[in-house]
């Protein structure tokens, strides 16, 4: 199975919220039109600004939790290494 490490956004240089699925298509639809209560929905944060494949889920989990706790600019900084104009990157999967 495939998991993913991703990053959404309300702005550029805005809010950010790391999360992990299975299913980054779904998990970003239901952060666009705010199916889940809580964080993101509360800071609108609906833009996809990042993404990394992972194959094993102790990897990915590892890693999401390493991102939430390193220092914000190092958070801006990756980011900005993969889309430097904050796209949307949900555009890319259609």
Known sequence: MDYFVYIMTNKPQGTLY??????????????REKLMKGFTQKYNLKKLVYYEFHQDINMAIQ????????????????IEELNSQW???????W
Do not use: M, P, Y
Request: charged share 45%; no cysteine.
């Open 87 to 93: 796209e949307d990157l949900w555009e890319t999967f």
């Open 63 to 78: 890693r999401e939790k390493n991102l939430k706790h390193w220092k914000r600019e190092w958070k801006l900084k990756l």
């Open 18 to 31: 790391i999360g992990v699925t299975n299913d980054i298509i779904r998990r970003a639809s239901e952060h």
